[in-house]
Structure formats: C-alpha cells, structure tokens
C-alpha cells in the first residue's frame, strides 16, 4: 500500500544527504534529479514511477499548492512507496497565503480556508501521518527503471478482439494507472502494420512518450488542423483515428471525426485530474451514427487494489461520492461543512456536465474571490447551475493601458477583450458579470432548465443594490449556442479571429445589458460596432457558410471612416495599439483610398502574423497618410 506523510516543518530538510531550505522555490523532488521540478512542468513525469517523491509546497511568506501537479505526482509512485508532503504550519494551514492563487484568482494570492478544511478532514479520514521530521532517504543512483508489467486479461482481451470488432467507433475508458495508454499504443503499432493510422490529442505536449516516439510512423495532428482537413476532404477518410484523452475535447469535434473516418477508437481517463467530463460517456454513444462500443479498464498495474493514496486523491479532487464529514475525524463548524458541501456539489455537477472541468476550477471554486453561484434544487437534488465571476469597474488609467496593450491583468477576460480588440475601453470601466459556466445534469438537459437559470440570473442581477451594467459570457461559436444565448436575450458584440486549438471553434462573445448606462451608452455601441464592422473581417464568408440565416451576420459593408477608427488609426501610427486590434480601421481607410495607401499586403488571409519590420512600415505609411490629411 502507497503512503502520504505530511512533513510539517519551519527549518532545512536532508533529502538525500543535500541541505534544502525552506526558501528554496516550491517544487517537485524526484530520485536523481538535482533540482526541483516547477509544478507547471509536472507533466513532464507522467507515466514515470517512483519509490518516493517529494512535493514542496513552502514558499517565503506562505504556502504554494499546485493541485494537478500534486495529483501528478501521486500517480508515479509505485506500490509500498511514499509521497512526502513537506507542509509548514500545518495546524494554520487555513490562514497561510497560497500563492497558487496567482494563477486562478487574478493574480492575488490569498487564504482558502475551504480547500484545506477539505484537505485536513480527508488526511485525518485516511489516518495519514503527521510528522516534524523527514526521514533519511537513500542517495540513487542511476536511472530508475520502470516496473515491466505483464499484460492484464483486460487489457489481452481489447488488444486480440477490438481490431476484429465490427464497430466502427471504439471508446475505452479507465482510470489512472491501469495501462490505457500503454494499451493503445499496442493497438496502434499492431493496426499500423496494415492499415494508416493517426493520432489527435488536445495539445501536442499532452501525448504520453509512446506518442512522441511513434510520429514518423503515427503522425500527430492537432484537433483545429484536422478539422479544417475534414472540412476540406483533404485527408483520407479509410484510416485509424486515435483520440487521445478524448474527453477533453469538445463533443462537436469528436462527432465529426467519428463521421468522417471510417474507424477510430477513442480512450480517456473517467477520473482525470487532467480535466475532463464524466457526462462525456454518456453523450457521446446518443451522437453517434455509426456502430459503437465502450470497452474499459479497471484493474490497477503500479499499486494494488484499494489503494489508500489513490483514494485519498480521488476523495480530493471530488471524484468519489462521499460526502464533507463521513469518516472523518477532523472538526468542522456545521456551517463550514454546509458550505463545503454546497461547493463540492457544484463541482461534480460541472464536472458531469462539462467537457473539461480541472482541479483549477476546483480551487477557484472553493476559495477564489469575485464570484457568484446560482443552483437550481429539484427534490433536494443539485440539476443545473451558474457559476459566474465579478468583471470590470478599472480606473482610467489601468482602462487605457488594456486598450493600447501595455497591460494584461489576471482576470476580466471578456472586459479586457472588449476593451482591446474591440475597441471598446467602456467595458473594462463599466462593472460586469461574466458566466463563466452554465451546467445541467446530463438526463435533465433539452428541459428549459438552462433558460430558466439564466433568467433567475438576470432578474438577481437586475434586483441587487450594488451597481451592474451588463451581464457578459464567451463561447464555442456553433449555432445551437448562439441560438441559445440569442433566446435568453443576448447581443453578439464580439468574434474572435483566431480559432481555439482544442476545439476548433471561434470564441463568440455575447453581452446582456442591465443598467440603464449598460443599455444605452455600452450594449449599442458594442452591437452596432461589430454589425458594422463585420462584413470586413477575413474570417466573415466562413462564419456566414458555417451559421446560415442570422440576420446579425448579413453584410454590411460600412467603408467611410468614423471618429472610432481615426483614434484608432492614430493610436496604431503613434505605436500605442497593435496591428490586430486595428485590423478592421486599417482596412476600413485602405478602401477608402486604394491607390494611395500600400496597404493590400496587410490583408493576406493566409497571413497569421506580421513581423517587427512589416508593422513598423505599416505605421508609417499610416502616420505618413494621417498627416496629409490633417487629423
């Protein structure tokens, strides 16, 4: 059985025979490695297995726990080994800074009592020890080498029937360490012998070695380039797709790779500290039009069977079903483990109904600031909710930086946009909410639940005393989404020109306007901007192919200038806004006078990015123009 010690200490620690102080930068200690790993590269060790590891979650001033990294870690360790957890001020823990929260809770750390109530009560469920001291690890030496496993009957199983399946969509699901991935790539190299064979995967980074090594003869490809090439028809449709962690990408894009290629097989990880959705093995079959089976996984290969330390991580990252306060000794205030328990609900309804829902989340949730839930209770039951955060209200002075590009604080996502890409500095004053999900229970979907929370959040938003002026949300742009948020009553005020990598799709920006400022000076503006500005995107022919009788998307070709875009125009000759954000004015004043601006250059669809020299020119003869005319 795998162990956790909590090492609770103020002072230097030996491991192995080096002097390590408390204010060396928290990190990941691995056997052999003679610098800490930084939690954001932990991912660097999946797959790897050790005889122990340390985590060390001391910072100067404070605390710093990385939850996905922790979780990472936990996976490597091998049977009978031990995670060590070097922890200061363990009985404080709850009033230690966390500067984790630099990350989720816009750039401020801060104290999150929640989380580690809910850390401490699971440590005591467990019956992990607690102690001052770390015990004297052994010096290794040379590399550590991987336990070789021997096949499971599960695993021989999917790797003899699954090629000979006449089902043309394969989905096998496991949780961690049960050799899903080794699995596949069995499967890959022995389908590769006779047939083409690719993989996709969320990012590139997030292929397992196997992966990485098989590309000359499994090429990779990211899900944004293969959609264009389904899109396109120009990949050979008669392959093998492999969809690694397929759970983490948007279910539209994998119903269209399971309609394009004739066969694919699709693995993920049911209980993923990565992110992922566990609604996501129930939608997937319902979308399908082809013939599907679920195969899965379930006996472990590095630990044993009910392993403490996998369920003290499951229990965690609200991955299991037990609720705030069963076996567990820990004292918790009633009205502590109410909100606990409120918060824990909210999660696994997210992580139930979203595609991607990651232990991030789970700490924002938890402790993070400028928040705001709405739940919907049907007979006790948690069905949908909105989890939205707080947006807006920046001085002057931080508003102009944000709209030439000087600045990009944590937070204010949508605002910030608006701001520099759409030209539009009232939304960073302003004050907003911006949904950041909305969440129905799979089986109650399809109901009018959604509509009706977000009119519930619209009247609270509407009836509080502090001041709001609208309520905004980005999305996936696909038009069942943008009917939907078109039904609750929202304007389209923004598209990004830029796809996402991981799922294909445009982000679409929606506002909601609620104050009579909100109404008249903003939402207007905001709406009237992007119809006029439209037609003259590179991007607009595709969006109107792709989303077909939306009035809001008919041309408009607005070429005369107006005071907006000679400040723009002006902002950008004086280099104070960036070629991007001016996009539209630059070819707004290139129509205008064709002949005597150099300008067409700047409008090659193919051309994603410019260099130092060509923008710099582009100012030029922008600031040359500016001056001929006198503004």
Known sequence: MRKLWIINCENTVDIEGKQIPRLIAPGIFIPNSSNPIPFANAKSILGQEYPFAIYNMRAENGINFHLEAFAILAGTIQENGTLFLLCPQWDNLENELDFDALRWNENHAITCPNFYQHFKQLVAKFGFEVRTDLPKLPAASGQIPSKIYQLTQEQQNILQNLPLDPADIHLITAPRGRGKSTLAGLLATALSEQNKVLITARSYSALSSFWRSAEQKIP????????????????????????????????PILQQFCDYFEKVILTTTTQNYEGTGRGFELKLPKMLNKLFKHWTLSQPLRWGENDPLEHFINDLLLLNGDTVGENCNFPLQSVEVALIQRRIEFYRLLANAHYKTTPTDLRRLFDGENQILLQEIENDQLIGGIWAM??????????????????????????????????????????????????????????????????????????QKQPLDFISVSFGLTAPLYQFWANCGFELVQITPNKEASSGYRSAMMIYPISEQGKQQFSQQATQAFVRDFALQPFFTEICEELQNFEQFQPLVEISLDERDWQNLTAFANGKRALPAVYISLKRLYLSAPQTLNLLAVFNEHQQKYSKVEIEKYREIVKTYLKSVNH
Do not use: M
Request: with cysteine; glycine share 8%.
């Open 220 to 251: 990779f490809f990211a899900p944004d380039n293969l959609i264009e090439q389904v899109k396109n028809k120009a990949i050979y449709p008669n392959q093998w797709l492999f969809i690694d962690e397929a759970a983490s990408l948007p279910l």
């Open 390 to 463: 707080l947006e807006g209200g920046l001085g002057e002075e931080l508003t102009q930086a944000i709209w030439r590009g000087e600045r990009r604080p944590q937070g204010n996502l949508v605002a910030q946009y608006l701001c520099f890409q759409g030209n539009l500095p009232q939304a960073c004053k302003l004050h907003s909410v911006r949904i950041s999900r909305i969440a129905v229970l799979p089986e109650k979907q399809n109901q009018g639940i959604g509509k009706r929370l977000i009119s519930q959040f619209i009247l609270q938003n509407i009836q």
